[in-house]
């Protein structure tokens, strides 16, 4: 176990390569489903909108979480919502799982980089890179593999 912990911290492609396969799934099943334009655009903006909140942590938390709570109409309003996203996410939870999933390799990628002391720039386009191409190879594998 202490082997595998030390290759985890010693190699961080493999977390890349989690994120990768991730995206490459989403690229198939989409692809797979004939989904409409739309989801694609919707799915796109996902990938670009958690790229986003990865790497720039503070502004998102600063802008959206603490000047949005400050008052008793936007945290009413944010209880709400969360109510209602999570009836909406129990209920196609198969999907919500897919996106969870997008979350959660960003996030073990974006640990992972930070290692490398990039910019905040760098650290989005690095995510929303690997993003987009691993959805774009799923869609290729699609229509190149029988």
């Known amino acids: 176990m202490k082997k595998l912990i030390w290759l985890l911290k010693k190699n961080p492609y493999i977390s890349m390569a989690l994120m990768s396969m991730t995206h490459i799934n989403l690229g198939l099943i989409l692809s797979q489903s004939s989904a409409y334009w739309w989801q694609w655009g919707i799915t796109i903006l996902f990938i670009l909108i958690v790229a986003k909140i990865f790497a720039f942590p ?32 129990l209920s196609v939870f198969d999907v919500f799982s897919y996106g969870f999933l997008i979350i959660l390799t960003n996030a073990l990628v974006r640990l992972e980089i930070q290692d490398f002391r990039l910019t905040q720039f760098q650290e989005f386009f690095s995510l929303a890179t690997i993003g987009l191409v691993s959805l774009l190879m799923g869609v290729g594998m699609f229509y190149l593999l029988p």
């Open 58 to 89: 503070w502004f998102v938390v600063k802008t959206i979480v603490y000047d949005w709570l400050k008052s008793d109409v936007g945290s009413f309003f944010t209880a709400m919502v969360f109510s209602f996203f999570m009836i909406v996410i």
